[in-house]
């Protein structure tokens, strides 16, 4: 225990292979990424607001994942962006900490809010006569709160196992944020007693919800392979293919990710890529989803779309009426 520095606070290394010259495009970019989850997931939860016509189970679900995906870009963009704009990757150690169960949080909470949407879809086209006594408000209030809540015992646990451990192998971490998988590997003790239970939980999230997602969409195929009108059948599967999308944004790299690792730390089965596609993949499945969520469902859901247009026409009507 002599040999062990407590350090006092991490540095958050980004992309390690980028050079300097570069800083200022990646910040820009990042920048980017996180204005346009700021506006787009703003015009949805705008949109939901104003419009009763929104106001319905499925839409609940996206509101809540609109904020969710707020919440977790800016816990997660704004230190990356400031690491690259003005050089200042620091991150005081309970920051860090602080960083690391918003993001697991936020991920879980997403994770589980993706489920419930689909077992909205699954209600709707399976049981379209049920639909209004089974996704009652209630029943979904219930679900999303539910996510919320239990989406705190994981990160919880993360936090509290690994705030007080000894950290010697240096402060710099790997990643674009505070990340449990990235924070472990600095401490000095083995890793595997703290590495094995966040995957089993990680697991259990990623997995139990994905389970959910398969069986309702294998479902929903089935149902909308038994419709006799093609065109019938094509206005079903447009309908669930915003969320589709998203679910392979979010959980496929997930899975991955922490499949690789825990193959590599447990049975030393060696997963071999860099550390700057180890960062891509995590940028992939933690930034990207956030930002196209908006648009997905803004472009590719009718209803929303309708509504969009006519709030424009209007605002543009509005704005010719005021010119002398």
Known sequence: MGNITFIKDFVISGFPGLQPRHYGIVSAVLFFVYVCTLMGNAVFMTLFVLSKSLQKPVYYCIVNLAVCDVLFSTTALPKIISRYWFEDGSVSFLGCFLQMFFVHYF?????????????????????????????????????????????????LMMVMRAYPLPYCAGNTIVHCYCDHIAIIALACTTREDYVQPAFINSMIVLLGSLAIIVFSYCAIIVAVLRISSA???????????PQLIIIAL?????????????????????????????????????????????????????????????????TKIGIKSRRP
């Open 107 to 155: 991920g879980a909470v997403t994770a589980r809010l993706l489920s419930v949407m689909a077992i909205d879809r699954y209600a709707a086209i399976c049981f379209p006569l049920r639909y209004h006594s089974i996704m009652t408000d209630r029943n979904v209030f219930i679900l999303i709160f539910g996510c919320w809540i239990v989406g705190l015992i994981g990160p």
């Open 231 to 241: 065109q019938g059948r094509l206005k079903t599967f447009s309908t669930c293919s």
């Open 250 to 314: 979010f959980f496929l790299p997930r899975c991955f990710y922490y499949a690789s690792y825990y193959l590599n730390i447990v049975f030393n089965i060696n997963i071999k890529f860099s550390a700057d596609v180890q960062v891509v993949i995590i940028v992939l499945y933690s930034l990207l989803p956030p930002m196209i969520n908006p648009f997905i469902y803004c472009l590719r859901t009718e209803e929303v779309k309708k509504i969009l247009l006519t709030k424009m026409k209007k």
